[in-house]
C-alpha cells in the first residue's frame, strides 16, 4: 500500500520528466528489439510502471537509473515471451574477420599498447560518459548490437542467446569478441582519448 | 598451441572469459601472460570497464542538442 500523498505538482513533475525520457528509451529499446511497435509497448509500460510505483529517486540521474532498470525487465520478458525470428545470420559481421587480424602482428603481438582505461568507477560517474556509450553501442552492426546488449545489458548467458537467436556458442564467442573490439575503438577514440586525465601515461 | 600463448590468443581469452568458464589450463596460461605483458593487461581492464558499464548502464541525459556531439 502506498500510503505517501502525491500532490498534483509531483505527478506532474514526474510526467514531464518521464516524458523527456522516452525518445532516448525507445532508441535504446530498438537497438534491443529491432520492432518498433514492441519498443514501443515496452517503453510504454515501463514509463507506466513507474507513475504507477514512482519509489523514490534522489533526483534526475537515479530515475533514469530506475527507468532504465524496468525497462530491461520488460524487454527480458518479451524476449522470453515470444519465439520471435529465429532466422539469424551470423554473417553479418563475417566480412571484418581482419578486425581482429589487424589488431595483431604476424607473430602474434599487439600492434599498439591498449591504453589504460583507469578507474571503471572514475569513468561511469562522469555524466556524459553513458551518452557516447550509446552512441558507441548504435554504430555496431545491428545483429551485434542485439547480441551484445543481451549479454552485457539483459545478462542473458551464451546458452540463451542462442536459442533465442539461433546461434552456436562459439559462433556468439566470436560476435560478442568482435562486438567489444568494436566497442573498445569508439570508446577510445571517443571518450578515453578525448579524457586528458585518463591519458597522463 | 604453442608453450607461450600470444597476445592474439590472450586477447581472446579475455573475451571468452566475459561469456564462458575458461578452463584451468586456459586461465593459467592468460595469468601467465599478464605478468609480462602490459598489452593484455590493460585490454583486460577495458574489457571489465565494458562489462561494468552494461551492469550499470543508464539512458543519458536528453539532449537538447542532440548531434552535437556526435563523433
Not at chain 1, 558507441?136 to 551485434?144: F, I, M, Q, R
Not at chain 2, 568458464?21 to 581492464?45: W, Y
Request: charged residues 30%.
Amino acid at each position: 500500500m502506498n500510503s505517501l500523498p502525491q500532490d498534483a505538482a509531483t505527478t506532474a513533475e514526474l510526467h514531464r520528466q518521464l516524458e523527456a525520457m522516452r525518445p532516448a528509451l525507445l532508441r535504446f529499446a530498438l537497438l534491443q528489439l529491432r520492432n518498433e511497435s514492441q519498443a514501443e509497448d515496452v517503453v510504454q509500460d515501463a514509463l507506466i510502471a513507474v507513475l504507477e510505483k514512482p519509489g523514490r529517486f534522489a533526483g534526475q540521474s537515479s530515475l533514469r537509473t530506475y527507468v532504465t532498470g524496468i525497462m530491461k525487465h520488460k524487454i527480458i520478458d518479451v524476449l522470453r515471451s515470444s519465439s520471435r525470428e529465429r532466422q539469424f545470420e551470423p554473417a553479418e559481421d563475417q566480412s571484418d574477420d581482419d578486425l581482429i587480424d589487424s589488431l595483431f602482428t604476424n607473430d602474434g603481438h599487439t600492434h599498439e599498447l591498449p591504453r589504460n582505461w583507469g578507474d571503471p568507477d572514475a569513468t561511469l560517474e562522469q555524466k556524459d560518459f553513458f551518452r557516447v556509450m550509446e552512441i558507441c553501442l548504435e554504430k555496431l552492426p545491428a545483429k551485434t548490437a542485439r547480441m551484445f546488449l543481451m549479454r552485457e545489458w539483459l545478462e542473458l548467458d551464451t546458452e540463451e542467446i542462442c536459442k533465442e537467436l539461433g546461434c552456436s556458442a562459439s559462433n556468439a564467442w566470436v560476435m560478442l569478441y568482435r562486438a567489444r573490439l568494436r566497442l573498445r575503438e569508439c570508446l577510445d577514440l571517443n571518450w578515453f582519448g578525448r579524457q586528458p586525465a585518463a591519458d597522463a601515461r | 598451441m604453442s608453450l607461450k600463448p600470444t597476445c592474439k590468443e590472450v586477447h581472446r581469452l579475455v573475451s571468452e572469459g566475459l561469456d564462458r568458464d575458461l578452463s584451468l589450463i586456459e586461465r593459467a596460461r592468460m595469468q601467465m601472460h599478464f605478468l609480462v605483458c602490459q598489452a593484455c593487461q590493460n585490454f583486460n581492464g577495458q574489457m571489465k570497464l565494458l562489462r561494468q558499464a552494461m551492469r550499470n548502464f543508464r539512458i543519458a541525459d536528453a539532449p537538447s542538442a542532440p548531434d552535437q556531439d556526435r563523433p
